[in-house]
Nanobody, 124 residues
């Protein structure tokens, strides 16, 4: 069974930090493009946040998180992490990890496995 299990969300004050984790089972993450999307509760759009390309050579970030978020992978644990620093209220969303088995990057329309979301709330 192919599965992604995300964790690490919670409530944090503006300027604070959180680290999200996404553990894979049933397949090996380092073969594929893997990343995070987010969706504001009550909306339908799911925004790409960051993606590690298949093979792991490159990482991209949405302009809104560039310089604040860092995506990394631990091959031994078959897990990816999203370190989020200097969080802002507009970062509040449900965060989903995702894997694309066919593309070099994480293409929303081609995502093959979605993890269950983890809610991040940035508020004072």
């Amino acid at each position: 069974q192919l599965e992604l299990v995300a964790s690490g969300g919670g409530l944090v004050q503006p300027g604070g930090s959180l680290r999200l984790s996404c553990a894979a089972s049933g397949f090996t993450l380092d073969h594929y493009a893997v990343g995070w999307f987010r969706q504001v509760p009550g909306t339908e759009e799911r925004e790409g946040v960051s993606c590690l390309s298949s093979g792991g050579g490159s990482t991209n970030y949405a302009d809104s998180v560039q310089g604040r978020f860092t995506l990394s992978r631990d091959n031994a644990k078959n897990t990816v992490y999203l370190q989020m620093n200097a969080l802002k209220p507009e970062d509040t969303a449900v965060y989903y990890c995702a894997v694309d088995f066919t593309s070099i990057w994480c293409r929303y329309e081609d995502i093959d496995v979605w993890g269950k979301g983890t809610l991040v709330t940035v508020s004072s």
